[in-house]
């Protein structure tokens, strides 16, 4: 799991990613505390995960089939 703190250290956001097979990685509960929404914290998180997913070569981006969740592909 991924932290995004404020000043006093207290989550206000989080991610988490899980390594699947054939170099696979899918992001899970991407969330941010209503209070701190649209303030672009979930889209930090986000390219945060993705920076974290990625390896050398190229790679994709898929919905997987519950609707919650973003599979990389690597």
Request: charged share 20%; net charge negative.
């Amino acid at each position: 799991m991924y932290a995004y703190c404020d000043n006093n250290g207290e989550i206000i956001g989080y991610y988490s990613l899980e390594l699947q097979d054939h170099n696979q990685c899918e992001l899970n509960n991407l969330c941010v505390l209503p209070q701190y929404r649209h303030k672009h914290i979930g889209a930090e998180l986000l390219a945060d995960a993705c920076l974290k997913a990625k390896k050398p070569g190229d790679w994709e981006i898929w919905r997987t089939g519950n609707g919650g969740g973003l599979l990389f592909i690597v």
